[in-house]
C-alpha cells in the first residue's frame, strides 16, 4: 500500500518549457488535490477533483491545469513554466470521514520541487 | 490576509523543553486539524478538533479547540529531536468538497 505517490521528485524547467506532474493514490479516495508550497505562505490549493472526469479551481489556478481520467491519478499541468511557478508540489487525496461527521483527513504524497530559470 | 496566523513562525529549543504554538482566526469553525510536516515530506495529519474547548493528547502533545472555536494550540511537553517539524493547522472551506485551509506554520527545531 503505497499510499500517494508523486513523479518526478525533482525538476528544473527553463522559462516557457511545459510539464506534467503525476499524482497516483491506491486508497480509493474520492477526492484529490495539488497544492503548491512557498516559505511563509503554507500550502495554497491550485485546482483539485471531487471525482473521475471532474475537475475544479482552487485558490491559485492561474498558468495550471488538471485531468482526471482515472481515479487514482490526478495530472497537474503548466504549459509554459515561468520563474513564479518555482515551488515545492504536494498532491493529496481524502475521503468524507463517516466516523467525525464531516472532517476531512488529506493523505499527501512527498512532493515535487520544481524550479524554473 | 491569512484566514489562519499561526504564531510564532519559528522555534528553537532544546531537548527536554516544553513549547507551545499557536492557530489563531477571527472565524468560527466546524473542526480544526494539526498537521505535521518533517524536511522533504509531505504534511500528516496529527489530529482533528471539533467541540469547543476540547482538549485531545498524543502522548507528549497536547491539542486544544478554543471555547469559542476560533484557535487552538499545540502544546509539546519535553520535546524530543524527532519532534523538529513544520507545525500547520487547518480548517475546512465554507464550500467544503474536503478542501483546506492551511495556516503558514510553525517551524519548530529541536536541538540535542
Known amino acids: 500500500n503505497a499510499g500517494v505517490t508523486q513523479t518526478p521528485k525533482f525538476r528544473v524547467l527553463k522559462t516557457g518549457q511545459s510539464m506534467t506532474l503525476l499524482c497516483a493514490q491506491d486508497?480509493?479516495?474520492?477526492?484529490m488535490y495539488w497544492y503548491r508550497q512557498d516559505p511563509g505562505m503554507g500550502l495554497r490549493l491550485i485546482h483539485y477533483?471531487?471525482?473521475?472526469?471532474?475537475?475544479a479551481k482552487g485558490e491559485v489556478p492561474d498558468g495550471y491545469n488538471v485531468s482526471r481520467l482515472k481515479k487514482q491519478n490526478f495530472l497537474l499541468g503548466l504549459e509554459s513554466a515561468a520563474p513564479s511557478q518555482t515551488s515545492v508540489y504536494f498532491c493529496?487525496?481524502?475521503?468524507?470521514?463517516?466516523?467525525?461527521?464531516?472532517?476531512?483527513?488529506?493523505?499527501f504524497g512527498p512532493g515535487t520541487r520544481l524550479t524554473v530559470t | 490576509t491569512q484566514l489562519l496566523e499561526q504564531s510564532p513562525q519559528f522555534l528553537s529549543i532544546q531537548e527536554g523543553e516544553n513549547l507551545t504554538v499557536y492557530c489563531n482566526s477571527s472565524?468560527?469553525?466546524?473542526?480544526l486539524q494539526w498537521y505535521r510536516q518533517e524536511p522533504g515530506e509531505g504534511p500528516v495529519l496529527l489530529v482533528t478538533v471539533v467541540t469547543g474547548g476540547e482538549v485531545k493528547k498524543l502522548k507528549r502533545l497536547t491539542f486544544q479547540f478554543g471555547d469559542a472555536r476560533k484557535d487552538s494550540s499545540l502544546h509539546i511537553t519535553a520535546a524530543q529531536p524527532g519532534d523538529t517539524g513544520l507545525y500547520l493547522c487547518?480548517?475546512?472551506?465554507?464550500?467544503?468538497?474536503?478542501?483546506?485551509?492551511f495556516g503558514a506554520g510553525t517551524q519548530v527545531v529541536v536541538t540535542p
Open positions: 493529496a487525496s481524502s475521503y468524507s470521514s463517516r466516523a467525525s461527521g464531516s472532517s476531512y483527513e488529506q493523505y
Open positions: 477533483s471531487v471525482g473521475e472526469g471532474t475537475t
Open positions: 486508497m480509493n479516495h474520492e477526492y
Open positions: 472565524s468560527v469553525f466546524s473542526s
Open positions: 487547518a480548517v475546512m472551506t465554507t464550500d467544503s468538497w474536503g478542501k483546506l485551509q
